[in-house]
């Protein structure tokens, strides 16, 4: 993983929340603090997408879809 070095203004009040876990090893750095914050955030980010995206299916036409041809490729398995 490459890493770019960037500049960051942040609320005084932040800086010395961040700086207290750091101080009592929650984080090995401000940086570390940083990397895992946008790291959680993107996730979060994205999982509301993909939710958001799911949320807009219709399950019973995803189910009718799924369930097309299913006999004719249930024939075609090999019988175990």
Not at 42 to 67: F, G, P, S, V, Y
Request: charged share 35%; net charge negative.
């Amino acid at each position: 993983m490459s890493i770019a070095k960037i500049a960051v203004s942040i609320d005084a009040k932040q800086l010395k929340k961040i700086d207290f876990f750091v101080k009592n090893h929650v984080f090995k750095t401000r940086s570390e603090a940083f990397r895992i914050a946008i790291n959680q955030t993107l996730e979060q980010l994205e999982h509301k997408r993909l939710a958001t995206e799911c949320a807009k299916l219709e399950i019973n036409e995803e189910q009718e879809m799924a369930d097309m041809g299913l006999d004719e490729d249930l024939d075609a398995w090999p019988k175990y």
